[in-house]
């Protein structure tokens, strides 16, 4: 699904998606696909929760915590130090 589609089928809520299409541009990550794994409606620490359970099982899923009323991605990327890239 895209970012849109999502928003408009979960409304003002918390979500644990995850990218299914990804690529960097910049200092940006650009997820033009992406699948709802649970939708916790306004308790963010359940999606939290289930992140980090999920990121523990397999490091090299790429999961996100986000809430749909953020109308676009503005995802930045990390460089091997924690720092955000520029």
Do not use: C
Request: proline share 2%; glycine share 4%; aromatic share 12%.
């Amino acid at each position: 699904m895209t970012w849109e589609e999502i928003r408009q089928q979960f409304p003002h809520s918390w979500l644990l998606v995850e990218a299914i299409e990804a690529y960097t541009e910049g200092a940006q990550r650009i997820i033009p696909r992406l699948s709802v794994i649970q939708d916790s409606g306004s308790d963010w620490r359940s999606a939290w929760d289930e992140y980090k359970r999920l990121h523990h099982l397999d490091k090299n899923r790429e999961f996100y915590v986000l809430h749909t009323d953020r109308e676009a991605l503005d995802i930045g990327v990390l460089d091997a130090f924690g720092r955000v890239v520029t």
